[in-house]
């Protein structure tokens, strides 16, 4: 691929959001891979100083004048047409709306009709021309995966909440009617996730080269075979991720296990990037569409030499 489109800097290009008062933050719905994103999101805002807070209710939210931030990720593709909702409903009204690095492959009546107060990001080359050519009123430009701004020693120190406690609190707080039982993981995943870490621990223990096999079984999945040991730790540790302890929770466990594995094998974008940061042996495996190589061919082929591409 052409190596002539500049690349913007993130931190740079977010210095500027400073000064801007406090803005909003709206995270679609999503899995683990995405509190990933959020949490690396987060933690460049709070080293930059932006003010921020994350929309929990679209019905009541008011955008007349507000800057809003549309969480990267890949939900502007056409597996998932709802994901565009937001942004019909409320690009208008908006002082600016900054979509962070996305990817980007349909919606182009929608594209067509955003204006100049729309910055968007592309986090890789396929989509920076595609929204070249689909969103001429548009502000773009390429940069990479928020992922990539993740730090994960900090991540992984996390204090998580015990089963115990996470049980105690949503009774506690369902009886007296506290807001904040939505901020707390749901005790029937995270039951589920226990037994999928077990099945993890006990893996591990007989074998003596650790590989963490983790494919998609979603509208992104591939016509390979899931492996045996497979964990799918992007659905392991899916939670509500649009408060601030569900997106450190998701993202913090999935952080962990990955950690305990020494070879990463996986079609799973956020996997092979915690994979990478963390210095893992990792095997990428496309997707059913070109994001996974063309994310790899934009910031993992020459920045991180532990990732091996497994396409053709």
Same mark, same amino acid.
């Given at each position: 691929?052409?190596?002539?489109?500049?690349?913007?800097?993130?931190?740079?290009?977010?210095?500027?959001? !400073?000064?801007?008062?406090?803005?909003?933050? %709206?995270?679609?719905?999503?899995?683990?891979?995405?509190?990933?994103?959020?949490?690396?999101?987060?933690?460049?805002? #709070?080293?930059?100083?932006?003010?921020?807070?994350?929309?929990?209710?679209?019905?009541?939210?008011?955008?007349?004048?507000?800057?809003?931030?549309?969480?990267?990720?890949?939900?502007?593709?056409?597996?998932?047409?709802?994901?565009?909702?937001?942004?019909?409903?409320?690009?208008?009204?908006?002082?600016?709306? @900054?979509?962070?690095?996305?990817?980007?492959?349909?919606?182009?009546?929608?594209?067509?009709?955003?204006?100049?107060?729309?910055?968007?990001?592309?986090?890789?080359?396929?989509?920076?021309?595609?929204?070249?050519?689909?969103?001429?009123?548009?502000?773009?430009?390429?940069?990479?995966?928020?992922?990539?701004?993740?730090?994960?020693?900090?991540?992984?120190?996390?204090?998580?909440?015990?089963?115990?406690? @996470?049980?105690?609190?949503?009774?506690?707080?369902?009886?007296?009617?506290?807001?904040?039982?939505?901020? @707390?993981?749901?005790?029937?995943?995270?039951?589920?996730?226990?037994?999928?870490?077990?099945?993890?621990?006990?893996?591990?223990?007989?074998?003596?080269? !650790?590989?963490?096999?983790?494919?998609?079984?979603?509208?992104?999945?591939?016509?390979?075979?899931?492996?045996?040991?497979?964990?799918?730790?992007?659905?392991?540790?899916?939670?509500?991720?649009?408060?601030?302890?569900?997106?450190?929770?998701?993202?913090?466990?999935?952080? !962990?296990?990955?950690?305990?594995?020494?070879?990463?094998?996986?079609?799973?974008?956020?996997?092979?990037?915690?994979?990478?940061?963390?210095?893992?042996?990792?095997?990428?495996?496309?997707?059913? %569409? %070109?994001?996974?190589?063309? @994310?790899?061919?934009?910031?993992?082929? #020459?920045h991180y030499p532990s990732v091996t591409w497994m396409g053709q």
């Amino acid at each position: 691929m052409a190596s002539s489109i500049p690349e913007t800097d993130i931190k740079e290009y977010l210095q500027q959001f !400073r000064d801007y008062g406090l803005v909003h933050l %709206y995270a679609h719905p999503g899995n683990a891979g995405d509190a990933v994103i959020l949490a690396g999101t987060l933690q460049l805002f #709070d080293a930059i100083g932006i003010r921020y807070q994350l929309i929990h209710d679209t019905h009541h939210f008011k955008p007349e004048g507000q800057t809003v931030f549309y969480s990267g990720g890949g939900y502007l593709v056409n597996y998932y047409p709802e994901a565009t909702s937001f942004i019909e409903n409320n690009h208008k009204k908006l002082k600016r709306l @900054v979509i962070l690095p996305h990817t980007i492959n349909a919606n182009e009546k929608m594209l067509a009709r955003l204006g100049a107060n729309v910055d968007i990001l592309a986090r890789e080359k396929y989509t920076y021309r595609f929204l070249k050519e689909n969103a001429p009123k548009c502000n773009v430009y390429l940069a990479r995966d928020m992922a990539f701004m993740l730090d994960t020693s900090k991540l992984m120190s996390y204090r998580l909440p015990t089963l115990a406690g @996470v049980l105690l609190k949503k009774i506690y707080w369902k009886i007296t009617g506290n807001p904040k039982i939505k901020e @707390v993981p749901s005790p029937g995943i995270l039951l589920k996730s226990k037994t999928a870490e077990l099945k993890s621990s006990i893996y591990r223990a007989s074998h003596s080269n !650790r590989k963490l096999y983790c494919f998609r079984d979603d509208p992104e999945k591939t016509g390979i075979p899931l492996p045996k040991d497979n964990l799918d730790v992007s659905r392991i540790y899916k939670q509500e991720i649009g408060y601030l302890p569900l997106v450190y929770y998701s993202a913090s466990k999935m952080t !962990r296990l990955i950690n305990k594995y020494d070879e990463i094998y996986t079609n799973r974008l956020h996997a092979a990037i915690i994979g990478a940061l963390l210095g893992k042996k990792t095997y990428f495996y496309p997707n059913s %569409y %070109y994001k996974n190589q063309a @994310v790899y061919e934009h910031s993992l082929k #020459d920045h991180y030499p532990s990732v091996t591409w497994m396409g053709q």
